[in-house]
């Protein structure tokens, strides 16, 4: 089956329910799937409700709802079937909108996906304009959010575009007027709202000597070939520079990559604004359009960003901004009530419980800051409450190189004591995460600290 029919026939299921629960994932792809899938039913008629939950996997089960309603799953599900399996889920019941790989199950549910069909380049949200579009052609309103979904989990990255299915979807939102593109555009993040010396000095793909790393250097270089501000605040602002303006600057940018003999293709990509949003706000382009609902997705108000995406430009717009801003600030403060409250410091291991202080996506970068003013010696753990779900812990632990050389692997000792206790875990040797039930927390420090124990000994023993 081509992904044309899959998408003809899960359009067909759609068509036959009442009463739908969508459950996605918490990031900008996963919102958009869900402003996109749930406008759309609504437009139909059908009654829609909708889950996010940041993974599918056991602990996190309970929040697709035991009910009989049709779920579809998007962004999420394909590589979690067995889950369904076990939930008892009928495929009858539930249909997966994913772009990720597939599980084997011995239950047959019906995906749309990409992957099989050689798309690597098109994400849940573009499938779900796909499939939006062929319940009814008026959708086509809704490209724009599918694009900032494809952005917002790098599908242009890699050609500096979008490509294929998705270059098709851009297309319609040309054509509905809500979509603008820019060609050999300024290949740097921030190119709508931030200052241009900032975008050049943060962005090292391509790496341009003497400009990337280098903020100081960047502004000389805008001097030196004349570019001046733009904006009420006297900065350039490379979205409103004039197209004169634009090509000097990229013209000096090649000569200079030219120079050190550097290639310049990856200088260039294919940017997509939206004429209808207010000049100046990251809401004008794709890429800082993700960025907004990551941001929301990352403080557990994935709500927040979904109604950015249906129009909202008053409360919800102004919370999302705050919480883009003060991310920097919330991890100060993290690091700051981390090192007032102290560590519990125990045998092979350093701890603390934040509870429902700060939200479990940051707590990782907490502990990582942290380390390094604590003793280096030994692996941090830090514990929280997951917001949307008070029936699990988050738990994350950092360590250093050094520690790592020495035999400790976070990522196997996470595992194996989050399995042991019903939880489950993954990550890396200097950095690890998982989800165990809330209660278990007291019996995961020991076992933690009796593994890294363990692996310390052996490694030594081995060198003695
Ligand atoms: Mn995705």
């Not at 820019?182 to 900032?198: E, F, K, M």
């Not at 790496?207 to 250097?217: C, M, R």
Request: net charge negative.
């Amino acid at each position: 089956m081509g992904i044309d029919s899959e998408v003809t026939r899960a359009a067909d299921i759609i068509n036959e329910q009442q009463d739908v629960t969508i459950i996605s994932h918490i990031d900008a792809d996963g919102i958009t799937s869900e402003t996109i899938l749930s406008e759309a039913l609504t437009r139909e008629g059908i009654s829609v409700k909708s889950v996010f939950v940041r993974q599918l996997e056991p602990l996190t089960m309970h929040q697709v709802p035991e009910d009989r309603s049709f779920k579809i799953f998007a962004d999420l599900g394909a590589g979690q079937q067995n889950l369904l399996q076990g939930k008892g889920l009928h495929s009858e019941k539930v249909l997966i909108i994913d772009h990720h790989v597939s599980q084997p199950c011995t239950t047959e549910y019906f995906q749309v996906n990409c992957i099989p069909h050689g798309y690597l380049k098109l994400s849940a949200a573009g499938l779900a304009y796909l499939v939006a579009r062929r319940l009814n052609p008026d959708n086509h309103d809704l490209a724009k959010i599918a694009i900032i979904g494809n952005v917002g989990d790098m599908m242009a990255r890699e050609h500096c575009g979008l490509t294929g299915p998705a270059r098709e979807i851009v297309e319609d939102g040309v054509s509905d007027g809500s979509v603008l593109v820019r060609q050999h555009d300024l290949n740097c993040y921030g190119t709508s709202t931030r200052p241009l010396h900032v975008c050049l000095a943060y962005n090292d793909d391509p790496f341009i000597s003497g400009i990337s790393n280098n903020i100081d250097g960047a502004r000389r270089f805008l001097k030196k070939i004349n570019i001046s501000g733009n904006d009420s605040r006297r900065e350039i602002i490379w979205e409103g520079l004039p197209f004169d303006a634009r090509k000097k600057v990229m013209s000096a940018l090649v000569e200079q990559l030219m120079a050190n003999g550097e290639p310049f293709d990856r200088l260039f990509c294919e940017t997509y604004l939206f004429p209808g949003e207010t000049v100046g706000e990251p809401l004008r382009n794709a890429q800082e359009f993700a960025t907004v609902l990551n941001a929301c997705g990352r403080w557990a108000r994935p709500d927040i960003g979904g109604a950015i995406c249906r129009g909202d430009r008053s409360i919800a717009y102004r919370d999302a901004k705050k919480m883009l801003t003060n991310h920097r600030a919330v991890i100060r403060e993290l690091l700051e009530y981390i090192l007032d409250k102290g560590v519990v410091e125990i045998s092979d291991l350093q701890h603390i419980h934040v509870g429902n202080r700060y939200p479990d996506t940051i707590v990782g970068i907490g502990a990582g800051m942290a380390l390094s003013k604590l003793n280096w010696r030994k692996p941090i753990l830090i514990m929280c409450q997951l917001p949307e779900d008070p029936s699990l812990i988050k738990a994350s632990m950092r360590t250093t190189e050094r520690v790592v050389s020495e035999g400790v692997d976070l990522q196997d000792v996470v595992n194996r004591v989050s399995e042991e206790l019903g939880g489950s875990g993954g990550g890396h040797k200097i950095a690890a995460g998982a989800y165990i039930p809330r209660g278990s927390e007291e019996r995961f420090v020991k076992r933690v600290n009796e593994l890294l124990g363990e692996q310390r000994s052996q490694k030594g023993s081995g060198y003695r």
